[in-house]
């Protein structure tokens, strides 16, 4: 990320400090270049699963790293949301359900262009139960997803047609969030997807670099990932920028 998109978003972030903590608490944000979460900011822990880690059907390299990060991040925040993929035994993204494919090959449906994944996150199995020495006791919502049978869905707050919406959005507003800070797996799909439909949604949004894990499909799709996110306005910070 350049300084000046990190300068931005620490902005924003010591700026809500303002509004919560006082002026003191600013200047202290500002002379420490950390962000202070409050009452209005969200940690979405986004797919850190079984499936998803080494040994499970649809690792991400070294998945299994980040959860010790991810539960001392977590600690920082009062507000913390989990998500799961939760996916039917037949659903439309397993290359499984379609004749000749193989995983990572795509298919165009009524939504689009569906990359075919390997059977995961299949509902009720172990391999959709969270990541083990994932601890967040605190957490205050677990949203599924992927759980209708011909969307697929990699953002917590739309499904892949861009319409069906999970309910996130509504919960958050009522809580009043106004800021949302992402980690998880993986960063170039579900971390990232959802970064993007939380500032469409109307919040701010960062995403927490070394908290997460990529697939980089082609060897080119986190760079891309980062590219489009960055565009969309969501910043791109370290686990150390955190207070």
Not at 187 to 198: K, R
Request: hydrophobic residues 40%; glycine residues 12%.
């Amino acid at each position: 990320m350049s300084g000046i998109d990190r300068r931005s978003f620490l902005k924003f972030a010591s700026g809500a400090a303002l509004a919560t903590g006082g002026a003191g608490h600013l200047a202290e944000a500002l002379a420490q270049g950390k962000i202070t979460p409050g009452p209005k900011d969200v940690f979405i822990v986004v797919d850190v699963q079984k499936c998803f880690i080494p040994g499970g059907s649809l690792a991400v390299e070294k998945g299994d790293e980040i959860v010790p990060l991810i539960n001392a991040i977590a600690k920082k925040f009062e507000n913390v949301v989990m998500t799961q993929d939760w996916h039917t035994a037949d659903h439309v993204s397993f290359a499984s359900q379609h004749e000749g494919k193989k995983p990572f090959e795509t298919v165009q449906l009524a939504y689009g262009t569906q990359v075919l994944w390997p059977d995961h996150c299949v509902q009720g199995t172990e391999g959709a139960e969270f990541a083990p020495g994932l601890d967040i006791p605190h957490a205050t919502l677990v949203i599924r997803k992927g759980y209708h049978r011909d969307v697929d869905s990699y953002s917590t707050f739309l499904e892949a047609d861009k319409k069906t919406p999970t309910g996130l959005t509504g919960y958050l507003k009522a809580r009043g969030i106004k800021r949302a800070y992402l980690a998880g797996l993986a960063t170039d799909f579900c971390v990232g997807w959802s970064a993007i439909d939380a500032r469409a949604a109307g919040f701010k949004a960062a995403v927490i670099e070394d908290a997460c894990r990529g697939i980089n499909l082609g060897g080119t799709g986190l760079e891309a990932a980062w590219k489009e996110m960055v565009a969309k306005g969501v910043g791109r910070i370290q686990s150390t920028d955190l207070a």
